[in-house]
């Protein structure tokens, strides 16, 4: 499938019209569910571990994106975005500032699929990668080494999961208690409806 990502710049990123209380996905400890949590709005805020989610749709370039905020991925900078998700046709991405998650997802776009990690507008590490995650350029053991190269940079930005690259591509699987994103925004599973991302 090719990737047909429509232009936008930084600014389209931004929350326009914030409410005083955020829905927050809240990662669980060794756990593929998620807490639906409510706080104060305070953007991403890294003394909470609060980060932004973006969910891009890539297919038909229609520009549609969903946003969140997510609690549990302990980046202290920089973004990940990849294009591992529920929907083929999206790329999500995780990050502390609206211009590092624009960089990785325009760097998962021009590599026509596959996983950016960014910090401070620089690329640290990607892998291109084809569809139903094969890479026609590595064999699986450089694959396996590639990986595990990425999940390191990962780390390297305070995350604190063991496989982000998993949990970020869980976050769009719209079948998995109790919160999710999609590029149509804020999915309540067990509603299975879309909701608004302020209180």
Sequence with gaps: MKMDVKHFEVDDLRIKKPGKYVKVIELLPDEVI???????????DL??????LVVMECRAGSGKMGFGYVKGFGLSKGAIAESFTADAGTIICVGKSDEDIASAIRRVA??????????????LNDLKVGGHGKSAEISFDAMSEKMKELHETAHGLGCKLEDPFSALSLLSLPSIPELRITDHGLLDVSRAK?????E
């Design 47 to 52: 003394e909470r571990d609060i980060l932004k």
């Design 110 to 123: 021009q590599l026509q699929g596959g996983v950016a990690i960014v910090a401070g507008g620089m690329i």
């Design 194 to 198: 879309i909701i608004d991302l302020f």
């Design 34 to 44: 998620t807490k639906h949590w409510v706080t104060k709005y305070t953007g991403i």
